[in-house]
């Protein structure tokens, strides 16, 4: 991932994957959930993960490859977060926060594939 458009995916992936272990955190200390939490803190952090495995790809495919598995963990992010408010364990306050990042990393992430993908051809 080359120039200053596809490093913003690093930042914000990173910041994301902060709220998140930190949600996470708080869930398990004040609400006693582990198992949703488990599963959010894995999805969540992987988006991080594979952005900067992509920003080392040795190849356009490698490149491609590890931005969409961000994106799907992204996508399950945002499940585990909807299930998370529809189940009281985060307030809507917490949700919407949260979620509109989620959504734009999603949108971030489809852009840069996207572009990797029109470009490789």
Same mark, same amino acid.
């Given at each position: 991932m080359k120039g200053g458009r596809e490093n913003i995916i690093l930042i914000k992936s &990173? =910041?994301?994957a902060v709220r998140i272990v930190k949600l996470c955190r708080y869930l398990r200390e004040n609400k006693s959930e582990y198992v949703l939490s488990k599963q959010l803190v894995r999805s969540g952090t992987? !988006?991080? =993960? %594979?952005? $900067?495995e992509a920003n080392g790809a040795l190849t356009k495919k490698d &490149? !491609? %490859?590890?931005l969409h598995i961000a @994106?799907? $963990?992204?996508? $399950? /992010?945002?499940?585990? @977060?909807?299930l998370l408010n529809e189940t009281d364990y985060i307030t809507e306050t917490e949700f919407d926060s949260i979620l509109k990042d989620a959504g $734009? #990393?999603?949108?971030?992430? /489809?852009? !840069? #594939?996207k572009s990797a993908k029109e470009n490789d051809k």
């Amino acid at each position: 991932m080359k120039g200053g458009r596809e490093n913003i995916i690093l930042i914000k992936s &990173f =910041a994301f994957a902060v709220r998140i272990v930190k949600l996470c955190r708080y869930l398990r200390e004040n609400k006693s959930e582990y198992v949703l939490s488990k599963q959010l803190v894995r999805s969540g952090t992987s !988006i991080g =993960a %594979n952005a $900067e495995e992509a920003n080392g790809a040795l190849t356009k495919k490698d &490149f !491609i %490859n590890k931005l969409h598995i961000a @994106l799907k $963990e992204a996508r $399950e /992010t945002h499940y585990w @977060l909807r299930l998370l408010n529809e189940t009281d364990y985060i307030t809507e306050t917490e949700f919407d926060s949260i979620l509109k990042d989620a959504g $734009e #990393l999603i949108s971030i992430l /489809t852009a !840069i #594939l996207k572009s990797a993908k029109e470009n490789d051809k």
